[in-house]
């Protein structure tokens, strides 16, 4: 087998590793999982690395199996939390579970038939019929308390560290995602589990569910546990997150251009630390990449790149060619690109950028610059500052320099609806005909 551990260091995806993990991986074939609680219908590029983990054990030969929380997600993992989660109803868990298992089935075929095809599961499927009598005397009496109370997670929370405590709701979350790789462990063979590095707590109760019950069999209590570092951008700030809050995977919650953008602006730093993150490509090309982008940072080659590589990798070619469209129409200083859009790209574009819906009669009857600049609009705060700007040659309509002798007509419209004002490089107004 290649050596899985050895490619996932070098890309900075390894955090913690137990004892043999990589002997393991490097000698047989291994199924191993990883967990998504359904907090959320979809996912958002934080879920990219757990994804990403997954697609790098089906290409280096090991079985992959994607385990959607339904059970699990009806406590709430307390890891990393400060505060106890509202509890989700039943309709709204079913959603989204339903949702998480679309987009997983977006990047790993679970329709495969070969022997390390991947296999998504859902543990509510096993923990629905599992009485709490039946569950604390066959698991509960596994584990100790002093066990489940050394787990960072359990201690800052007990301790006051973080939130007001912990309820017993919470404290039994790391029982049963230990349940849960034990339950993998007997039905598919699998021994490793892999996750962020807030889960090592939870994953290491797992490796010992499965030791204690399998005492007196050292082959069949072999698990094992690996987890990655929780991905931060280099100055502090949370990584995932644009203006709009979190970037997500769907195209209905985060457009292909907005996500296209993301990690366009991302820093040189980040930059040349996601690359190897959050793509496939080898080794070799990486450093010629971060060598070329180094010669010339202002060409932004390493982000170019990895905006292009993320793009295929979650939407596609044309939603790729579309992005980059946008993005020169925003720079060009050209119409010609900006008419290429359509509108729902157009207001992708201009998002955020201050808006005036105006009716055709005023734009048939003609806009003159003043009207367009001040009272119409409020782009600029009166009339005098709007004849000084168009004095001094600072005013653009669709990208073109005018003067106060501009007559916005039907004629400027693109898209049969818009006209794009500009103050400068980077001073946008919008005006929406209706």
């Given at each position: 087998?290649?050596?899985?551990?050895?490619?996932?260091r070098?890309?900075?995806?390894?955090?913690?590793?137990?004892?043999?993990?990589?002997?393991?991986?490097?000698?047989?074939?291994?199924?191993?999982?990883?967990?998504?609680?359904?907090?959320?219908?979809?996912?958002?590029?934080?879920?990219?690395?757990?994804?990403?983990?997954?697609?790098?054990?089906?290409?280096?030969?090991?079985?992959?199996?994607?385990?959607?929380?339904?059970a699990?997600?009806?406590?709430?993992?307390?890891?990393?939390?400060?505060?106890?989660?509202?509890?989700?109803?039943?309709?709204?868990?079913?959603?989204?579970?339903?949702?998480?298992?679309?987009?997983?089935?977006?990047?790993?075929?679970?329709?495969?038939?070969?022997?390390?095809?991947?296999?998504?599961?859902?543990?509510?499927?096993?923990?629905?019929?599992?009485?709490?009598?039946?569950?604390?005397?066959?698991?509960?009496?596994?584990?100790?308390?002093?066990?489940?109370?050394?787990?960072?997670?359990?201690?800052?929370r007990?301790?006051?560290?973080?939130?007001?405590?912990?309820?017993?709701?919470?404290?039994?979350?790391?029982?049963?995602?230990?349940?849960?790789?034990?339950?993998?462990?007997?039905?598919?063979g699998?021994?490793?589990?892999?996750?962020?590095?807030?889960?090592?707590?939870?994953?290491?109760?797992?490796?010992?569910?499965?030791?204690?019950?399998?005492?007196?069999?050292?082959?069949?209590?072999?698990?094992?546990?690996?987890?990655?570092?929780?991905?931060?951008?280099?100055?502090?700030?949370?990584?995932?997150?644009?203006?709009?809050?979190?970037?997500?995977?769907?195209?209905?919650?985060?457009?292909?251009?907005?996500?296209?953008?993301?990690?366009?602006?991302?820093?040189?730093?980040?930059?040349?630390?996601?690359?190897?993150?959050?793509?496939?490509?080898?080794?070799?090309?990486?450093?010629?990449?971060?060598?070329?982008?180094?010669?010339?940072?202002?060409?932004?080659?390493?982000?170019?790149?990895?905006?292009?590589?993320?793009?295929?990798?979650?939407?596609?070619?044309?939603?790729?060619?579309?992005?980059?469209?946008?993005?020169?129409?925003?720079?060009?200083?050209?119409?010609?690109?900006?008419?290429?859009?359509?509108?729902?790209?157009?207001?992708?574009?201009?998002?955020?950028?201050?808006?005036v819906?105006?009716?055709?009669?005023?734009?048939?009857?003609?806009l003159?610059?003043?009207?367009?600049?001040?009272?119409?609009?409020?782009?600029?705060?009166?009339?005098?500052?709007?004849?000084?700007?168009?004095?001094?040659?600072?005013?653009?309509?669709?990208?073109t320099?005018?003067?106060?002798?501009k007559?916005?007509?039907?004629?400027?419209?693109?898209?049969?609806?818009?006209?794009?004002l500009?103050?400068?490089?980077?001073?946008?107004?919008?005006?929406?005909?209706?």
């Amino acid at each position: 087998m290649k050596n899985l551990v050895e490619e996932l260091r070098w890309r900075g995806l390894v955090h913690d590793i137990m004892p043999g993990t990589e002997e393991q991986l490097t000698k047989e074939s291994t199924t191993a999982y990883i967990g998504f609680d359904p907090t959320s219908d979809s996912l958002h590029i934080g879920s990219l690395v757990p994804i990403i983990l997954l697609k790098h054990l089906r290409n280096f030969g090991h079985k992959p199996i994607a385990l959607v929380g339904g059970a699990t997600g009806m406590i709430g993992d307390p890891s990393g939390k400060s505060d106890e989660r509202n509890l989700l109803d039943e309709a709204t868990l079913n959603k989204n579970v339903e949702g998480i298992k679309g987009v997983l089935s977006r990047f790993l075929d679970f329709e495969a038939t070969d022997a390390n095809a991947p296999i998504l599961v859902n543990n509510y499927d096993w923990m629905k019929e599992f009485s709490f009598i039946a569950f604390a005397r066959d698991i509960g009496k596994r584990i100790t308390v002093n066990y489940m109370m050394a787990k960072d997670s359990v201690k800052k929370r007990l301790s006051g560290e973080v939130g007001d405590g912990m309820s017993f709701t919470e404290f039994t979350y790391q029982l049963i995602q230990g349940y849960d790789f034990y339950h993998l462990h007997k039905t598919y063979g699998c021994k490793l589990q892999m996750g962020g590095s807030d889960q090592w707590g939870n994953i290491t109760t797992g490796t010992e569910i499965i030791r204690r019950m399998n005492v007196g069999n050292d082959e069949q209590a072999k698990a094992f546990a690996m987890t990655c570092p929780l991905i931060t951008k280099a100055d502090g700030s949370k990584f995932g997150k644009s203006e709009g809050g979190n970037v997500w995977l769907d195209a209905e919650k985060t457009s292909p251009y907005k996500f296209y953008q993301f990690w366009l602006n991302t820093t040189d730093v980040d930059a040349e630390k996601y690359i190897k993150i959050f793509t496939f490509l080898d080794k070799e090309t990486i450093d010629a990449l971060i060598a070329e982008h180094q010669q010339a940072p202002h060409l932004r080659v390493l982000q170019k790149r990895l905006a292009e590589e993320l793009m295929l990798f979650v939407h596609s070619q044309e939603d790729l060619d579309n992005a980059i469209a946008a993005s020169n129409a925003l720079f060009s200083n050209s119409i010609d690109e900006l008419k290429k859009l359509d509108e729902k790209t157009f207001l992708e574009v201009f998002d955020g950028v201050p808006m005036v819906e105006l009716s055709m009669s005023e734009i048939e009857a003609g806009l003159d610059m003043i009207g367009a600049l001040a009272a119409k609009t409020n782009f600029l705060a009166s009339n005098g500052e709007a004849r000084r700007e168009l004095k001094q040659n600072a005013i653009s309509v669709n990208k073109t320099k005018v003067g106060e002798d501009k007559v916005i007509t039907k004629e400027d419209l693109i898209n049969d609806q818009f006209v794009l004002l500009q103050k400068g490089k980077k001073n946008y107004y919008v005006i929406r005909v209706k």
